[in-house]
């Protein structure tokens, strides 16, 4: 691996991200899933960073995973981001920033169609007027929220109290880097570092202490795929595809995962015990899997918020082996308490795979 | 004439007695041998074939003719007929006027077999009277007919082209030992008898060499060194023999009357093909008859050469040789021995292909070609064109625009794809699955109710011929049928008069005798000239199905060769009448190819 | 284990790298023709056999070279020598032979197994 | 004093128009930005289809300079039209003024980094058909020795219109040919691939070399564009594309991959059409008046082409399209003094 060849590539694949004044959308599927990773990311550009971040509960479902599955048309879905954008005019705001990849693919995706056929936006705006009265101006800048970490990544790792790094060997951590489909293989321009080496989620690493690993089937999708997931006789085919990314990453003993995107971090996840529950196969140590983090998830470790408070307990491989790596201090016995805590049911183990 | 040795017996009789001794009790082993291989049937139908008078009458005089006289080779080369049979003939008479002389004059000593071979050591000349003149003219006549023929082979072998031969065969040690020795039997008969010719009588060669001898080397012991070399040669052919080529001399006797009880080949080397293997007198022909011989690197795939490896169980090269020969039969058609040198190489390939590992066949798929509409009319024709014929579709087209011209009532067979006809699978030693495909196309023509099967290639003809055994269907290649018709004035034909050299396919003439139709048909449409050489002796093109291993790239210099064969008198058209051949040619032919239907297609009498 | 409904589906990739050809080698000494093909498919479009069946010479070759043979030496079943492959091969190959040879070499690999 | 002709481009269309224009009577300034004459061709090692050593051409060429001003390690400044003339400035500060310019700018090798899944620049055992060449050239000891499984990626920037060049760079197949059969006899035990998506075997004796290839040097074809290529812990590469002939898709693990880059107009191309306000084409080539009958002539008055200026093309065409322009300039410059 020559090192100087990706920096050219990543010097050439650079784009503008405003430093603040940003209207933040959340992702349908990180809110139920990964709650505390959009707070987290709040939280950080709020209260850490000092950055004026404006959220609307009017604001819906971009529509993509409809789209992505056929189930509604192109016309609908672009009337459905219309209206999104014209909450972010009303409220005053040009910098879009968005939670999910689907969306931020579906905006560039739209926003490129309305620039090639300025008749379709035309069309559009009609049909958002007719459908609520609402005019729009399309974003200054669209950044994707992984964007905004990317580009403040450096300011984290100042206030940063734990880094990505071995406490006992002193060594970084190596760090598997998934960057969810849409952010740049549709648009390789509109990413950090291009699609087929992007630096979104390795600045960060490298930031924050880590090694970025390069395994072969880095490119591939975490096989979530919409459809392939959606319908369960597709299932299988959902599963094969994650389990060769699995496959192909386990000689290099990488320490996590970090993700930037809805799906991937949810199927890593997820898989790794439908993988351990067929097959009897795990890729952590000592029979855990390899946890897998949203970055909010990781700059939270890195600024030294509670585990617990970052939702960590709700994946489903274990983080403490990652936990321990780090030297971040957690409370075995406080993982399963609700708010105030509240103790909740401790939940069933699977077989194959260690949980804690 | 009297006794001169009372005890009948010296020495120097025993390297003969030991030779002979030894060869015919070799021999007859063979021959139990070569019985007992035979299968029950075979066996009865050879042994019926002794007592039938017409076979008994047809051996005696084919192995007069093919072993003493040497006829087939007199057709072809006068000085080796000369040869072969000078030597042959002369040898057998000087053992018949032995035996004559021992019966007329000492009948009592004919058991011992060194007798009448040593008769002239043993007798003693009474000049009181001539009787015995007569045969000592006979046997110093014979004998100088022998030595003419020596004389010959000697030059023979070692300057092989004056006697017409442009490659001879690479003798081996032994086959070294019988000739020279052969060589040596009769100039020291001469010497020997010349010695003894003063007492025992002798004629014009005998009687000068006497004079010779006496007046340098009088010394009676030389006598006896001159006999004991005689017999020393003769003991040292007599052993040698049934392991060199000499063996065929023997071995023909019995594979004469084999052949005429029309025993087939069904092994490689047991029964009926052990004894064409011993009659092998290794004699080259088939080196020069090889179309693979334009290249030199293919002279030791004669079949000379598969005859001495099967002989020598060497099973490397006989495969090699069986799998590269285009089975065009030429070697065969003029072999002395009537050696059937493609079914040696087809029961080769046959039995290496059981042996082998092999992808078992699967025809499964045939039983889903439709039936032909079945037709009940008289004389109904059907066409089968074969699978070369759709790469060579002006065959078939040919074929058809003629038939029409004719009224002939014709059904095509193929038109929606060929079942091959089983011949290439044949070819390949895979005789099951061939059997498979002929069931089912015997099936379809059966079926169809046609009278006349009319085939345009001659691949398949052959097959068809061979091996289909249809009944109630006259099968025809369409040189015969064209030729029909126009005999029979339903087909008519202008003479174009261009110059035209026909080419005869190997399947069929060589393989079906099939020569004379295809002339008298294009003769009526143009001008025939003759090639270098044709029927039986014509070369193969180079594109047989028969050759399994033979390069693409090895193939174009018999091609070549069996174009410049053809166009030596400058014809204007050469004419074939196999799919294969039209193609073959045309890659390289300078002068047009055409196919036979072609030429009868473009001369039709429309008027 | 847990029956999910659903589970791994093995890959269609052709690992190449994993592929030993040594039967192919073998075929090679046998016939060197079986190197020449230039996959323009004469013969597979002139078969007599493939008038009636999937039989697929080209098909056959190729897939011998990544190892995959078993998936077409059954066509091989289906082919009656005839010799038309031959005769339209651009390049020369000696077609029956091959097809003899792999039965041959491959036939024989089987039987090992 | 004879009359001045300007080359620009000292690669094998320069050289040897200049020297087929002294021949002629005039005194060629032959222009090369490189330190040395004889553009790709004096990195090359050995030509296709024969394998004939490059300098045994271009040694004897530079070898008869006599009578050729040249300057190395100059470029074009400036050229302007005065009257029927035109005035070439170059950056060493000389100028000429001449009635006819020989535009010989030749090509540049398709930047193979720009193909970013293929890992060039980035992988270690990925390099590009011109470091095969002056590694070959080179006669050095080989940089990997475990190299068992080799890979040749044909059209690399060649027919992709996503790298910005539809058109085919003609030499790149039988190129890769040959360099296969090359890297097979420095490496016998290995295997070498060629992954293609059509082969081009347009010239003599380049399908011997093709049937030569297969049957001797046993190299395997697969028709199949490489889609990516990464790397496994050990630097070694994994290779992906389909097998489009099986119709499966297949992955290679290789020692060592060589990019066949294309193909693509010299980066002076543009700057120097606008400087004597000439058309390029749509591949970037420049265009001249007619592609069949007049290769070498352009739609201004004295400017003319040769050799790959105009698209890709093998040396032979490239030599005599020099000696084919020579003629046209001096037929040119013969008119215009009646």
Not at chain 1, 119 to 125: D, H, M, N, S, V
Not at chain 2, 313 to 331: D, Y
Not at chain 4, 43 to 55: E, H, I, T
Request: with cysteine; net charge positive; hydrophobic share 40%.
């Amino acid at each position: 691996m020559i090192y100087q060849g990706k920096q050219k590539i990543w010097s050439e694949y650079q784009k503008e991200i405003p430093t603040d004044h940003w209207f933040y959308v959340r992702s349908c599927i990180r809110q139920t899933f990964f709650p505390a990773s959009e707070k987290m990311f709040l939280e950080i550009l709020r209260n850490r960073l000092g950055k004026d971040v404006y959220e609307t509960p009017s604001h819906t479902t971009c529509g993509g995973i409809a789209y992505h599955s056929e189930a509604i048309p192109q016309e609908t879905v672009m009337t459905i981001i219309a209206r999104q954008f014209a909450l972010m005019t009303e409220a005053g705001y040009e910098n879009y920033v968005c939670s999910c990849i689907t969306s931020f693919g579906l905006y560039t995706e739209v926003m490129e169609d309305w620039r090639e056929f300025p008749e379709l936006e035309a069309k559009i705006r009609e049909n958002l007027w007719k459908a609520t009265k609402r005019e729009f101006k399309t974003p200054k800048y669209l950044a994707h929220a992984s964007d905004l970490v990317y580009k403040f990544r450096n300011e984290i790792a100042e206030q940063a109290k734990f880094r990505l790094v071995n406490r006992e060997t002193g060594r970084p951590l190596r760090v598997v880097e998934h960057i969810g489909c849409h952010y740049a293989k549709m648009f390789p321009s509109k990413g950090v570092g291009g699609a087929e080496y992007p630096y979104v989620l390795a600045g960060m690493v490298e930031s924050w202490g880590g090694e970025v690993v390069d395994y072969p089937e880095r490119r591939h999708c975490c096989g979530f795929g919409f459809r392939q997931y959606l319908v369960k006789a597709n299932r299988g085919y959902s599963l094969s595809n994650t389990h060769k990314k699995f496959e192909s990453m386990e000689p290099f003993k990488p320490d996590m995962i970090i993700t930037n995107c809805p799906g991937c971090p949810y199927f890593l996840d997820r898989w790794q015990y439908v993988i351990a529950e067929q097959t009897g196969k795990t890729y952590g140590e000592n029979g855990y899997g390899i946890p897998v983090f949203t970055y909010e998830e990781v700059a939270g470790l890195v600024l030294g918020y509670d585990p617990w408070d970052l939702g960590l307990q709700t994946h489903q491989v274990a983080v403490e082996p990652l936990l321990d790596k780090m030297g971040v201090p957690y409370k075995p016995e406080d993982k399963y308490k609700g708010l105030n805590g509240k103790r909740l049911q401790r939940p069933e183990f699977p077989m194959n795979i260690k949980c804690c | 004439m009297k006794e001169r040795i009372l005890a009948a017996y010296d020495p120097f009789v025993l390297p003969f007695v030991f030779g002979m001794t030894f060869v015919l009790a070799y021999c007859l082993i063979a021959l139990v041998k070569v019985l007992i291989q035979l299968n029950a049937a075979d066996r009865r139908k050879f042994a019926l074939s002794l007592i039938t008078p017409t076979t008994i009458f047809k051996n005696i005089r084919d192995i007069f003719c093919d072993c003493l006289f040497h006829v087939k080779l007199w057709k072809r080369n006068k000085v080796l007929g000369y040869m072969h049979s000078s030597i042959a003939f002369g040898w057998f008479m000087i053992i018949v006027i032995g035996h004559i002389e021992t019966i007329l004059y000492i009948p009592e000593r004919l058991h011992k077999m060194y007798y009448p071979i040593f008769f002239r050591y043993f007798m003693e000349e009474q000049n009181t009277t001539l009787q015995g003149s007569f045969f000592f003219f006979l046997m110093d006549f014979f004998l100088l007919v022998i030595l003419s023929g020596i004389a010959i082979a000697i030059v023979k072998r070692f300057r092989s082209r004056i006697v017409g031969m442009r490659r001879t065969t690479k003798l081996t040690l032994t086959d070294r030992i019988g000739l020279y020795s052969l060589w040596a039997i009769f100039p020291l008969r001469w010497i020997a008898e010349g010695f003894t010719a003063g007492v025992a009588g002798g004629s014009f060669m005998t009687v000068p060499i006497n004079w010779l001898l006496h007046n340098f080397m009088s010394k009676p012991e030389n006598i006896t060194v001159a006999w004991w070399l005689y017999s020393i040669a003769l003991g040292t052919f007599l052993t040698v023999l049934p392991f060199t080529r000499y063996m065929h001399i023997p071995a023909e006797i019995l594979l004469v009357p084999m052949r005429n009880a029309g025993l087939p080949v069904r092994h490689t080397r047991k029964g009926f093909s052990l004894a064409m293997l011993y009659s092998c007198p290794s004699c080259g022909v088939c080196i020069d008859a090889c179309p693979m011989g334009v290249q030199k690197k293919n002279v030791k795939d004669a079949t000379v050469y598969m005859v001495r490896n099967l002989k020598r169980r060497n099973r490397k090269r006989s495969l090699e040789i069986a799998e590269k020969c285009l089975m065009c039969g030429k070697c065969a058609a003029l072999c002395q021995v009537q050696m059937d040198a493609c079914g040696l190489r087809l029961a080769y390939r046959t039995s290496q292909e059981r042996k082998q590992n092999r992808i078992p066949a699967d025809f499964g798929y045939l039983n889903a070609v439709a039936p032909l509409p079945r037709t009940e009319t008289e004389g109904k024709v059907l066409y089968y064109a074969g699978c070369m014929s759709s790469l060579t579709p002006v065959i078939s087209r040919s074929v058809q625009q003629v038939l029409r011209h004719a009224g002939v009532e014709f059904e095509l067979m193929d038109k929606d794809g060929s079942i091959c006809c089983g011949r290439p699978l044949m070819l390949a030693g895979r005789q099951d699955e061939a059997r498979a495909l002929i069931e089912k196309n015997r099936k379809l023509i059966e079926e169809s109710g046609a009278r006349i099967l009319l085939v345009s290639c001659a691949i398949c003809y052959r097959i068809f011929k061979e091996h289909y055994d249809l009944i109630g269907v006259e099968v025809m290649h369409y040189t015969e049928y064209f030729n029909r018709l126009l005999q029979e004035g339903r087909l008519k034909v202008k003479n174009s008069h261009q110059t035209l050299v026909y080419h005869d396919p190997c399947d069929l003439g060589r393989g079906c005798g099939i020569y004379d139709a295809p002339r008298t048909a294009l003769r009526a449409v143009g001008q025939l000239v003759p090639a270098l050489k044709e029927r039986e002796e014509s070369i193969c093109c180079g594109g047989s199905v028969g050759s399994l291993t033979l390069r693409y790239e090895d193939r174009e210099p018999i091609t070549r060769g069996a174009l410049d064969n053809l166009t030596a008198n400058n014809p204007e058209q050469i004419v074939t009448a196999c799919p294969l051949c039209l193609k073959t040619f045309g890659r390289y032919a300078t002068v047009p190819v055409a196919d036979f239907a072609q030429i009868l297609a473009e001369n039709l009498d429309n008027d | 284990m847990i029956d999910f409904g659903y589970g791994l589906t093995p890959s269609s990739t052709l690992k190449i790298e994993d592929v030993r050809l040594p039967a192919f080698g073998e075929l090679l000494r046998r016939e060197p023709d079986a190197a020449k093909c230039i996959a323009c498919g004469s013969c597979a479009a002139s078969c007599s056999a493939g008038v009636f069946t999937e039989m697929n010479l080209r098909r056959v070759i190729l897939s011998l070279q990544r190892g995959r043979e078993k998936e077409t030496l059954p066509l091989l079943r289906h082919c009656m020598l005839c010799g038309k492959c031959q005769l339209v091969c651009p390049r020369g190959v000696n077609t029956r032979h091959l097809i003899l040879s792999i039965g041959k070499v491959y036939q024989l690999e089987e039987d090992k197994r | 004093m004879s009359q001045n002709v300007v080359v620009i481009g000292g690669g094998p269309a320069g050289i040897e128009a200049s020297r087929k224009l002294r021949d002629l009577g005039y005194t060629p300034i032959l222009i090369e930005k490189e330190p040395v004459l004889g553009g790709h061709l004096a990195r090359w090692d050995r030509l296709f289809p024969d394998g004939v050593d490059a300098s045994t051409f271009l040694d004897p060429m530079i070898a008869d300079l006599d009578g050729i001003k040249y300057f190395t390690d100059t470029e074009v400044a400036s050229i302007n039209r005065l009257k029927d003339t035109w005035v070439v400035k170059l950056s060493n500060g000389l100028s000429a003024q001449v009635r006819a310019i020989l535009l010989t700018t030749g090509f540049d090798l398709f930047k193979a980094e720009k193909k970013e899944e293929y890992g060039y620049g980035i992988y270690e055992r990925v390099i590009t058909n011109a470091d095969l060449e002056a590694w070959f050239k080179s006669g050095a000891a080989p940089q990997f020795d475990d190299v068992k499984v080799i890979g040749f990626v044909h059209c690399v920037g060649s027919r992709d219109e996503k790298a910005g060049n539809r058109q085919c760079s003609k030499v790149c197949c039988v190129t890769a040919v040959k360099q296969a059969c090359e890297i097979k006899e420095k490496f016998p035990d290995a295997t070498v691939y060629c992954f293609y998506m059509d082969l081009r075997m347009f010239g003599r004796k380049y399908e011997d070399l093709y049937l030569k290839a297969q049957k001797e040097y046993g190299i395997r074809f697969v028709r199949g564009r490489v889609s990516e290529v990464s790397e496994d812990l050990d630097g070694h590469l994994f290779v992906k594309a389909e097998d489009t002939l099986f119709g499966k898709p297949m992955k290679l693990k290789a020692d060592l991959l060589v990019l066949m880059s294309g193909m693509t107009p010299a980066a002076s191309t543009q700057q120097l059409a606008r400087m004597v306000n000439i058309q390029t084409g749509d591949d970037g080539f420049f265009l001249p008046k007619s592609l069949i009958v007049s290769p070498f002539t352009s739609s201004r008055e004295g400017i003319f082409f040769a050799g790959a200026a105009t698209g890709p093309k093998t040396l032979p065409e490239t030599l005599s399209e020099a000696s084919a322009a020579a003629l046209a300039i001096d037929h040119y410059l013969k008119t215009l003094q009646r």
